[in-house]
């Protein structure tokens, strides 16, 4: 016996069924809810971000300064909390070895940073001199980096971890601001992050323009309202998802066997009859002579 092929419907077809374009419809729309109010939680982030960065930077240039070596020693691992940390150092500038980093944005203008290298007596670990990557600040063209004071200066200024290494120095430039690349060309022992100058005595040129206190990676957004907007958007994604799932298994219903959706299988085919011959009839006991009376052929009396 041949079994009866189940219908096949493919999730294309089961897809342009009106009830589920009707359902993709609302749940399309669900989605598009969910998008908007994770945009909406994302520039809540940024704005509340915005302002608790506001007020960090107030607080970083509002303290007071505390010594370099209070804070970070050379040769030491810097730690992110340090980013920003306001500190005071004095030193002499080595204005050989001053380096210009180009590719550097300032108020949405392409320039470079003036990248001066700061001996510090007795910073050493055995007490002799180390030395300190500073910024000095931003120009916007190599002709106004001028030469930084002469003599002892006292600074002030924001620490910013070293950066990755870069292509190296050439030319009296270099594209990254890396203590593992300077410690080749300026010496050390040398501090494992850098200082973006706030202050300096003596003053250097106005040519040279100030940078802004630097700024942790991510700083600007605020993270429970990030973690609110992928909420949104994930559960946005599972809406389509939802979908896609109930058109999978709507075309797989398709597939069950009749008899399993209560309607009536195959005839089953007839069963065979069996014949039998029938039985002999038994014969009729004959009389033993043809004729005899019935009463054992005695004659009647006369």
Request: aromatic share 6%; glycine share 12%.
């Amino acid at each position: 016996m041949t079994e009866q092929e189940a219908p096949t419907t493919t999730w294309w077809q089961a897809a342009r069924r009106p009830r589920m374009l009707l359902l993709l419809v609302v749940l399309l729309g669900a989605a598009a809810v969910c998008g908007r109010l994770g945009a909406w939680q994302l520039d809540r982030a940024e704005v509340r971000g915005a302002r608790a960065e506001a007020r960090h930077v107030a607080e970083q240039v509002a303290a007071d300064p505390v010594p370099l070596d209070d804070v970070l020693a050379p040769q030491t691992a810097f730690h992110g909390d340090m980013v920003g940390k306001k500190v005071s150092v004095a030193g002499t500038y080595d204005t050989s070895g001053q380096l210009l980093v180009p590719g550097r944005a300032h108020d949405d203008v392409t320039g470079y940073l003036v990248l001066t290298p700061l001996h510090v007596p007795g910073a050493g670990s055995d007490g002799g001199e180390a030395v300190l990557p500073v910024v000095r600040g931003w120009v916007g063209s190599p002709a106004d980096a001028d030469a930084p004071p002469a003599g002892v200066v006292d600074l002030v200024g924001y620490l910013q971890v070293s950066e990755a290494a870069g292509s190296g120095v050439h030319d009296g430039q270099t594209d990254a601001i890396s203590s593992p690349e300077l410690l080749n060309v300026w010496g050390g022992p040398i501090w494992t992050g850098y200082l973006v100058v706030a202050s300096s005595a003596p003053a250097q040129s106005p040519d040279v323009v100030l940078l802004d206190p630097p700024r942790s990676p991510g700083a600007g957004l605020n993270i429970q309202n990030l973690a609110y907007a992928a909420q949104w958007w994930i559960f946005g994604g599972f809406a389509v998802a939802l979908w896609w799932r109930l058109v999978r298994d709507e075309a797989a219903g398709d597939r069950r066997l009749p008899e399993d959706e209560g309607e009536p299988g195959p005839e089953s085919e007839p069963a065979l009859e069996t014949t039998s011959e029938p039985e002999p009839a038994e014969p009729e006991l004959e009389s033993s002579e043809s004729g005899s009376e019935p009463d054992g052929g005695r004659s009647p009396v006369a």
